[in-house]
């Protein structure tokens, strides 16, 4: 039963009605309402084209037919849980661990990034025996229970935060505005630094390190990238305290980063993770996600004689998606095109810091780039939030442009790039010229009114 | 690109390989390849055809083609998140809503039902300010940190228990085998008072009770259907403590049921609950699963300042597939069915007790029905598990038979049907009969060898 569309302002009254109000909509002035979507663009319902410069999630393009394809035809035949043996499951999870160092060979699927997460938090618990975690500043993990706890970027929300005393969190790797910056001679270690000081204290009070976990590039933390050799570093001194290296990919795994399929993989060959876990792009949109680690803390987590079940996790339905992304990701040389498009992308923004005074810093890897954007580029000070300036800019300007673009990080001042993956020149040209118009507008009206102060 | 199917040998070794190994297969020894499924039925590599007993999950019937069809449409057409306006999102929330009584108004889309009992006890604990909950014995909620922490089910898995000092265990409802039986003068309030007394002795401690939480009915924990007026009885309790009571339909709602499309409402019109959490059948396999709670409760978690968003939860694929399974129910009579059906299995079950001195108890609603096996009918005694009786009569002969059906319960000693629910009469009696067969060649054996001792 398909019901007829309804009028815009309907689905708005009905949104407020029966939909938890902790959800916001983009736009909430003015929301959008899509009814279509198709590779990097979507539609609204008037047919109104807007690219997609921010869904991370729709990795191979909206709606890639050979996606859509293997998910119908497996719904027709099987969709059941992981209880039977089917062939999805296993080749689906041979052909990931295929795309991973050899002793990362174990797979649990399960049905969001957060899940994932609180699955190897678990996974760290009971091979370590121990039970602190070591997350960084701005860090964002999950919406669950345990997640909030290790991610700043959410318990900072709250008014009435209450830190767990087994969290402990490090200093974000970010040689553009924190602690170590580009003109330090070894920012990697410096950082490193940080977590072993911070597993020293731990240790000084008694506790023992499980974990320390960070996203392989933060996303919702401003785009940051570590510098080369960080991982290793934290991860020597995360295990000689008998604790596991966490890889969170979910934002920017499956070639993303362009020069390889993992983003783990930018800091350097000699450098594994014990687990890593993936989600958002896995199945281009689908509900699914996986963790994978060793053999060794496999067995551990067995042996607490607690089984480990999910309903949906590892469905026929969802490996043969699973498998049709990967597919796509190869067919269509995706990964090749994320290091192209990509460079070409940051090129074109670096062009714009130029000529733009309010581009402090432009960075990225393949298709995962931000633009951070600041009052005063010596000081290096956000553009303020307070003034609305950036959520102005992308919310009203870049939509009304029909480009769909988010800012994000602790000041809200870095414009996210992490569009799906068939992004092409042509429509890294129009974002750009229009984020030119955008930031030459201001400019001259800065010029006049001091609107920026 | 689909592969050739495996052997099944090379996939019960890749699984070995690459499927963390706490995820059991059915039939351990010699599990079951299934690569087809239609309604109640399951064939496996052979095209052998299994009826399915159990599968709560597709829950309109097996890759029921009008599913499939609302999800392959969709889709086709886009699958995001619901940071954008969608028909999909606002239609089926409010269908949902209109199956509940009208204070619960505000649904919340997620992925499973462990990502619905997690938000259920956020919601709860941001509303009343309080972090105390009240859990049943032998309950399960789900596989995420949270939720082991209130699954006794679970955590008595654990070797090393360390129970919550916020969680509390109240007596299980249980009137067959519990602390007050069939034949005490009011169970419902027995067992309400024992909530009492733990919310006294909570208070006493200084805490306070942010909530109660119960499946309507307890299925892992042995197919329990709780006393009429209990739930009243529990949340007037827990009310005046400043705590809610969430009801977790994520095993048994839908339909099931047969007399409601709830189970909660088994116990009486004037019940409800603060907090609906839904799971399993919702999708008819997709992943997705709800929470529904009041504009109150709503409100106090958004004023938290947290922003929730979960990137699947609600995308208009889920939707669509939501929206189809409460068609197919309605349009094919399937609360009917199960109702109909599932008496007269219960009668097919009683005339078994009546023959069987095994059978101890067959209790049911619907098609959730479970059988109690016992050594000794007077004392209850359950059917040792250390003999692995139960396991192997399920396990080795009703599979033999084709039969899917599992035991569950503290004892293992319980046989709990929860298939789709175009399960029909003669399903019913192929079923029953072979238990007949089997119980029958039990008792034989019994008397000649005494294998039971």
């Known amino acids: 039963m398909t019901a007829a569309r309804l009028d815009k302002q309907k689905t708005i009254d009905l949104r407020k009605k029966h939909i938890g109000p902790s959800c916001k909509v983009f736009f909430s002035h003015d929301p959008i309402k899509i009814v279509q979507a198709q590779g990097q663009y979507m539609y609204d319902e008037k047919n109104d084209r807007y690219l997609d410069c921010i869904n991370n999630v729709a990795h191979v393009g909206h709606c890639h037919p050979e996606v859509v394809k293997a998910g119908a035809k497996q719904m027709e035949l099987l969709n059941t849980n992981s209880r039977f043996l089917h062939d999805n499951l296993v080749q689906y999870a041979q052909r990931l661990q295929a795309t991973l160092p050899e002793k990362l060979s174990v797979c649990y699927f399960v049905n969001s990034g957060s899940e994932a997460n609180d699955l190897a938090l678990r996974l760290a618990r009971q091979y370590t025996g121990h039970k602190d975690i070591i997350t960084l500043e701005n860090a964002y993990h999950g919406h669950i229970s345990s997640l909030i706890e290790i991610s700043p970027y959410k318990f900072h929300q709250l008014t009435d935060t209450e830190q767990s005393p087994h969290v402990h969190v490090a200093l974000s790797p970010d040689t553009y505005r924190g602690k170590y910056r580009e003109d330090h001679p070894d920012p990697a ?18 506790n023992k390190i ?13 785009q940051v990238i570590p510098p080369p050799g960080y991982f290793q570093k934290v991860a020597e001194h995360v295990r000689n305290a008998g604790g596991v290296f966490i890889a969170d990919e979910v934002q920017v795994g499956f070639g993303r980063v362009g020069t390889h399929f993992w983003a783990f993989q930018l800091q350097g060959e000699d450098f594994v993770p014990d687990i890593v876990t993936m989600g958002k792009p896995i199945g281009n949109g689908h509900p ?25 996790g590892g469905n026929p339905v969802s490996c043969a998606i699973g498998q049709a992304v990967l597919d796509v990701i190869k067919k269509e040389n995706l990964q090749a095109n994320a290091l192209a498009v990509g460079s070409y992308l940051s090129h074109l923004l670096e062009e714009q ?74 429509d890294a040209d129009l974002a750009v010229q229009k984020i ?18």
């Open 210 to 222: 499980a974990a320390f976990i960070a996203e392989s590039l933060q996303s919702c933390g401003g």
């Open 288 to 312: 699914m996600s996986c963790v994978i680690t060793t053999k060794e803390i496999a067995e551990a987590f067995m042996s607490s004689g607690m089984d480990y079940f999910n309903t949906f």
């Open 436 to 453: 030119d118009q955008i930031l030459t507008g201001i400019h001259v009206n800065r010029e006049n009114k001091s609107d920026m102060s």
């Open 353 to 426: 810091k130029e000529k733009h005074p309010l581009v402090g810093d432009v960075r990225g890897r393949g298709l995962f780039v931000g633009v951070e954007l600041v009052r005063d580029r010596v000081k290096r000070t956000p553009t303020p939030w307070e003034f609305n300036f950036v959520l102005k800019l992308y919310q009203c300007r870049l939509k009304e442009e029909r480009i769909l673009l988010s800012a994000d990080g602790p000041h809200r001042n870095v414009l996210k790039f992490k569009p799906p993956m068939c992004f092409s020149r042509q």
């Open 189 to 206: 270690a410096a950082y490193a630094d940080n977590v072993r000081e911070i597993i020293e204290k731990v240790d000084d009070k008694g």
